[in-house]
């Protein structure tokens, strides 16, 4: 099946409209930052009125509806967006200049990971390569004008690498001139550690990549986040490093979710510098944030800082991800159509 307007690529606009000025003004126009209308309009100024009739007759779309949309204390704001047959979350994260969209790949999720609401969900389906892009749209239209959208991570719903074609798509979509052109490095595509997806989306994709690592031992990774195949950590770091030599440019994460008495102690740290020796990585701790029904919690927060400071004092520097928009259940590992504070779930149509 052809790929919806969102997710055609500038090559393929220019066939299906006739002329590469008429591709890039499509762009330009979905890709202005305004909220996109219900429909796609009748014109287009710059289109040529018959390929641009006979292109609508043939690739109607229409944005996701808002179904629901909350914000918190500091300005992160979770959408849930409909799509068919399925509800998503996306959140958008205001920082100093600058906003993040957190974008799902899936509904629901095809890893267990016990610590993540989202498994809780189970599995319900792939998103297309529009959809994702679509939740950037969304989320653009309404970031502040002080703090435009400049990054896009694919750390929302679902696993990125189980649904790698539909994601490559949409990061090279995402990055294509003239528009949305955001930089490959300003894209980050997380993932739980699945080698197969990793190593081809190294190979055929620029953007960064973020590791959930979470755990110094294979043992206790495998408790965390007990797939149907659960590949060790010297594997997972060992695609990284042999990436770096041949890339030096891309930018790599290491995620750490925080569990206060399971991974907090200074040998965990100590073992995490040991592991991560000689990579270039910036490493993310993650205070855990808490779900209803799990009894995981954070370490206290000096438990935290503790943790941070044992990786400084072994040289390497660690960034600590205070929980961001928690009261609204839009926090890492907190999309499973909670609406936050005990409320009611969203519920797909
Ligand atoms: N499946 C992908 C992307 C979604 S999870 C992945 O695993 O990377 C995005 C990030 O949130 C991951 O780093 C994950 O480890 C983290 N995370 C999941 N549940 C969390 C929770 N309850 N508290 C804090 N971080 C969590």
């Not at 389906?125 to 959208?149: F, K, N, T, Y």
């Not at 041949?246 to 008495?261: G, K, N, S, T, W």
């Amino acid at each position: 099946m052809t790929p919806r307007l969102p997710a055609l690529t500038v090559d393929e606009l220019t066939t299906a409209l006739g002329g590469a000025s008429r591709a890039r003004r499509v762009l330009r126009w979905l890709h202005a930052g305004h909220a996109i209308p219900g429909g796609l309009p009748a014109r287009l100024d710059g289109v040529a009125a018959s390929a641009w009739s006979t292109f609508v007759a043939t690739a109607a779309w229409t944005p996701p509806a808002v179904r629901e949309r909350r914000t918190g204390a500091d300005g992160t704001t979770k959408y849930a967006l409909a799509f068919e047959g399925t509800v998503v979350e996306t959140v958008r994260i205001p920082a100093r200049g600058r906003s993040t969209v957190c974008v799902s790949s899936q509904a629901g999720c095809t890893r267990r990971c016990v610590f993540c609401a989202t498994q809780t969900l189970g599995f319900e389906r792939h998103l297309r390569a529009d959809e994702m892009i679509a939740q950037v749209m969304v989320a653009r239209a309404e970031a502040p004008s002080d703090a435009p959208v400049r990054n896009v991570v694919f750390m929302g719903m679902g696993e990125p690498m189980d649904n790698l074609d539909e994601v490559l798509r949409a990061v090279r979509v995402l990055t294509q001139t003239p528009a949305p052109q955001l930089r490959a490095q300003s894209v980050t595509v997380s993932t739980s550690g699945v080698v197969p997806g990793m190593r081809r989306f190294l190979e055929e994709c620029p953007a960064s990549l973020a590791l959930s690592l979470n755990a110094t031992t294979d043992e206790l990774r495998a408790r965390l986040m007990p797939h149907d195949r659960v590949w060790p950590i010297g594997e997972l770091l060992g695609l990284l490093r042999a990436d770096a030599t041949r890339q030096p440019r891309r930018e790599f994460f290491i995620e750490y979710v925080l569990f206060a008495d399971l991974n907090d102690t200074e040998a965990d740290a100590d073992r995490l510098v040991a592991l991560l020796d000689g990579l270039g990585a910036r490493i993310n701790l993650i205070p855990h944030n808490p779900f209803a029904g799990s009894d995981l919690r954070a370490p206290s927060p000096e438990r935290v800082l503790a943790f941070q400071a044992r990786i400084a004092g072994r040289g390497r520097r660690a960034w600590i991800r205070w929980p961001r928009g928690q009261e609204i259940a839009a926090a890492c590992g907190q999309l499973a159509r909670a609406a936050g504070g005990g409320g009611a779930l969203y519920l797909p149509s």
